[in-house]
């Protein structure tokens, strides 16, 4: 991620005229005589890897069971984790019930429940993430100038509809979406790859 932040401040740097690309001259503080934009200076650093699950798991061990972000349910396309948080929590109150009150033998449901009800979702989260990643200016233009496509993303923002729905809304389409996610996923990992040994480009 460092060198991601690098480039960004690179990019905001020169972009403003700030730098000049020739010199390479960077004066951290200084204000741009021109813009009037101070050049950026980073003062504290602090970050860590938002936890995204990305295939079915075991979400219990004995008498212990994690849910939110401990247990990686995060949206891999938003980042978001509340709204999964709180559907884990629920499934887990359920679960513990039936462990203490109606004498279940095991967590074992839990577990079960989550890769039923949360994984599905997020695993087809992950697949529209590697498909946005490939074209995000194409796929945000879409929904930006398509009034359904908003109205269907919408809809997913606000939990009433589903990532799983998004296959189904390509009609005639929708045979070659499995195909399709694949390829992005493919091309996306080989760019992850290039940028980790060389860096953009």
Sequence with gaps: MMSYYQKLLEYLDVGCGIRDTRSGIRDPGSVHPASGIRVLETISLKSWPIPVRVKKSQYHNGRVLVAGDAAGLTDPLTGEGIYYAVRSGILAAKCCHEYLQVGSPSLESYTKAVNDELMEELLEANRIKYLFN?????????????????????????GERWYADVPGGFGKWQVLW??????????FLFKESRFSKKGFK
């Design 134 to 158: 490939m074209v995000p200016l194409k796929i945000h233009h879409f929904v930006r100038d398509s009034d359904r496509a908003w109205r269907a993303f919408v809809k997913i923002l606000r």
């Design 178 to 187: 499995g195909a399709a996610c694949l390829v992005s996923k493919w091309i």
